[in-house]
């Protein structure tokens, strides 16, 4: 059975970071594209940011303005994000998700393109 499980949310202060993990279980995360999804009740899931199946393509939404990374070791089927600054409005619910085979990010990062989820990990912004 293909599994997704993400490990690394919690509650921070504003201005705190948090590293978000995601391993697999069941598959292999190389040839894949993966994605960082993050949801709030009430609203849809969005996407946070995406990279492709080749590691050379990178896409971060807007309102990340640099402040998180996203990366991969296929070698340990781990995908990771590094949150820095964060800010209150950061706080929801965040996924880790696979797509077999590649995506152009930069215009395919977001959920309906990805099939295979985790179950998600709370990440909480206050003081």
């Known amino acids: 059975q293909s599994q997704l499980v993400e490990s690394g949310g919690g509650l921070v202060q504003p201005g705190g970071s948090l590293r978000l993990s995601c391993i697999t279980s069941g598959f292999s995360l190389a040839s894949h594209t993966l994605g960082w999804f993050r949801q709030v009740p009430g609203k849809e899931r969005e996407a946070v940011s995406c990279?492709?199946?080749?590691?050379?393509?990178?896409h971060y939404k807007d309102f990340i303005t640099g402040r998180f990374i996203i990366s991969r070791d296929d070698t340990k089927d781990m995908l990771y994000l590094q949150m820095n600054n964060l800010r209150p409005e950061d706080t929801g619910v965040y996924y880790c998700a696979a797509e077999v085979g590649f995506l152009d990010v930069q215009r395919r990062c977001s959920a309906a393109q990805f099939h295979y989820w985790g179950q998600g990990t709370q990440v909480t912004v206050d003081f």
């Open positions: 990279v492709s199946s080749d590691e050379h393509r990178i």
